[in-house]
């Protein structure tokens, strides 16, 4: 039998549940509580880093490398990532070593460089190093040439920064730093080599 | 039998009314995440407790290009956005602060849950000279946390949200139209 206390009862589980749905879907929508985030970092470029023969010849290392690992966040919102050399388009480097990426996961939310993927493991790159101030570190430079993905024969040599055109190309822009990279690959080199 | 029915009816149409307070009130409380008011989906600007204001500490050492940012986007955008410093019983939006990396970068607008960051990178500004460099990145870095977003294409060079503010000459140091 349908009383008015049932009614009652019934409206008032309905508006419980109501509210409960509606604050979910709102809450979700506007600050997506339960989903991890992506969110980017947005920069401002030192020079223009979407030029081929700029990148190539800022950099003090461009190298196409496998990724096996990923450390810690560490300082500067950076990510250390371990890589093996398997060749080198500029600059001498071989073996396994740990450079860092602008990008790192706090919680829920990752941060992404703009316009550049986060490395992952298990994935081969062309990537465009720079020995970072210290001279002990190498940083995986910004920009949206820096980080390519390359798979299978041939792939290095058709990437943009493996044409072999553009290693004998140097910006006059650069030319001061052509200067500077000697000293830091040489600093570079001796420090690991100390270190070893 | 009839006061029971009336009854029934009562609490069906209290239910209705109180299912369309709930999907109103959703609707606003949603209102931000559908609506898209700004280039980027993200700004400092904290609409929850500082309506329309920017709260913001500051440890950098480029002083004066922070501050030449801060005018020139209070300038242009009127009474759109405050910036103001933070205190005792504030909640802080943005923090001014430097870093030193070799990464191609003279300055990163990072955002977060609570307060954001504008770095400049000292390994690429230097020692501070109030200088047109530090101001082409400090300003534009403050457009990121207006929700300004970058602009890549060569077309936009000599708009103050070019992805290089330093590859400019002259560079850009204020807001464009473009760049309201």
Redesign the interface.
Known sequence: M???RH??T??AA??VL??FV??G???Q??WGLFVPRE????????????DPSKVMG?SDFVVAASVVGRGDTV????TNYEIVVERSLKGELDGTWIVSQ?GYS??R?T?VP??QPPLEVGESYVLSL????DAESL??????L?VEVVSGQGAVESSVLGNPGLRSRYPDELVATKADQAQRRAAFVANHAAAE | MTG?AT??GR??L??TL??VV??L??AI??Y???AGSHT?S?DSVDTSTNPNEIRWTSSTQYISARNHAIERWEFFRGADVDWRPDTATTINDLVFRD???????????????GQDFI?F?I??LGTPDGGSAED??AT??AG?ALGL??H?LPKWNGVVMD?????TDPRVTSPTQHDR
């Not at chain 2, 992805?163 to 590859?167: G, L, M």
Request: hydrophobic share 40%.
């Open positions: 349908w009383t008015e009614a009652r019934w409206f309905l508006a109501t509210t509606v604050a879907t709102g809450a929508l506007r969110r980017e970092i947005a920069g401002s470029w030192a020079f223009e880093l979407d800022y300082k500067s919102m950076r602008l706090q919680g939310d941060f703009e316009g720079v020995v970072d101030v940083n995986v430079l910004g920009g949206p820096a | 029971m009854s029934a609490g069906r209290t239910a109180l299912l709930l999907v009130s959703a409380v949603t931000p995440a559908w980027n993200y870093y030193s990396a070799s990464d191609g970068f003279c300055g990163l607008y990072n955002h977060r849950p770095n990178n390994n690429c082409a990145v534009q870095e990121h977003g970058d890549e992805s290089c503010a330093t590859c």
